[in-house]
């Protein structure tokens, strides 16, 4: 017999996505879900997908300094989002809660221990979360993308399983098929550009610097800018002869990693999980103010397992970047390491680990 669940997983697409991950399996193993996410715009657009689970909008907002006006405010959403977690609770008995980090996710988890109801939570990157250590104390055990946090959580609290990747990633499609779907030629080398789910202009930037001496290589590249340079890309490409595929957003992704070789990114661990699972090479370019660095370590377990090039933001030229690329692609066995090594790096089948042990399983 079926149970109910709650997902607590909004706020950025490095907790949505993961979560929702989870919540196919465990829709697919005969239970109902509830996901409770942000009253962001981009928890709306990717929800749009997935009309098979409930879904409740939670006030939650990050946590500003104690001494910042904006406190009081982070107080009363709080609560806000405390009173309703316990209603939704009291009215749908669930067998246990799942929190995916993020300011999203530490009222649900506290709702839960207030309530005796068994709850987790899933850390994906390699530095614990502020929200994640701080509702750690209250949940049955902490699940890890990374081995590498392992060092913020007490040894017997803790259990490795891996970031879970969507269904709809699925598994390699042929190269020469994807490539089709971008009108791509199956002759050119293909780069995947990307900035996670809300773009980055940085990288963007990076690349509209490069394209005069990019153009002088046999690639291609699919580039997936976010909500604001898009159309600036396109006219980039376009002018110096490059073949392209732009769009703010890609919803079929595993036709985006079966087409490319190589993945220029940040490096928050959802993205990490998804180059790991389709076993990508990839140049790494951290996000300099993500929380305590945390893209900076995840990159460097990407870098030390040989999978990843790594280069800070303030560190690239248009000639840093060419000379990255032209020695990669001028060296099939090096970058048959790099892929190798990408895939053996997180563990598979995360999902299924996550609601096993969501179903009172051992892992």
């Not at 590498?148 to 098929?177: I, M, N, Q, W």
């Not at 089709?180 to 990076?206: C, W, Y």
Request: some cysteine; overall charge neutral.
């Amino acid at each position: 017999m079926g149970k109910y669940f709650v997902i607590a997983c909004g706020g950025t697409g490095g907790h949505l996505f993961p979560g929702l991950a989870v919540a196919e399996v465990l829709h697919e193993r005969g239970h109902e879900i509830l996901l409770l996410v942000s009253e962001k715009e981009i928890d709306a657009i990717a929800l749009k997908n997935y009309p098979e689970f409930r879904v409740e909008k939670l006030p939650s907002i990050g946590m500003p300094s104690r001494i910042s006006p904006a406190f009081i405010r982070f107080l009363r959403r709080a609560w806000e989002s405390f009173s309703h977690c316990r209603q939704l609770y009291r009215r749908y008995r669930p067998a246990a809660i799942l929190g995916m980090g993020g300011f999203t996710s530490a009222t649900p988890i506290l709702a839960a221990h207030f309530l005796n109801i068994p709850s987790y939570i899933h850390e994906s990157n390699a530095i614990a979360g502020r929200a994640n250590r701080l509702t750690a104390r209250w949940v049955s055990k902490v699940l890890l993308g990374f081995e590498a946090c392992a060092s913020f959580f007490p040894k017997s609290r803790y259990a490795l399983t891996g970031t879970p990747v969507r269904r709809d990633l699925g598994e390699r499609l042929l190269r020469e098929d994807a490539l089709e779907k971008f009108k791509l030629s199956p002759d050119r080398h293909t780069i995947l550009v990307m900035g996670g789910s809300q773009g980055a202009a940085q990288i963007n930037q990076i690349l509209f610097k490069s394209v005069s001496l990019l153009k002088e290589l046999p690639i291609q590249i699919i580039h997936l800018t976010g909500e604001q340079d898009d159309h600036l890309a396109a006219i980039n490409y376009q002018r110096e002869g490059i073949h392209a595929y732009v769009a703010s957003f890609y919803h079929h992704m595993n036709e985006a990693y079966s087409a490319a070789d190589f993945v220029i990114s940040r490096a928050g661990a959802a993205s990490l999980s998804e180059i790991s699972h389709f076993g990508l090479p990839s140049l790494l370019i951290p996000f300099p103010f993500a929380a305590e660095q945390h893209q900076h370590r995840n990159a460097a377990i990407f870098q030390q397992a040989g999978a990843a090039e790594v280069l800070e933001e303030s560190e690239i030229t248009p000639e840093i970047l060419v000379r990255l690329i032209t020695n990669l692609f001028d060296d099939s066995a090096r970058r048959e390491r790099m892929a190798h090594a990408a895939s053996l790096i997180l563990p598979r089948h995360a999902a299924e680990a996550v609601a096993d042990v969501m179903e009172g399983k051992t892992i």
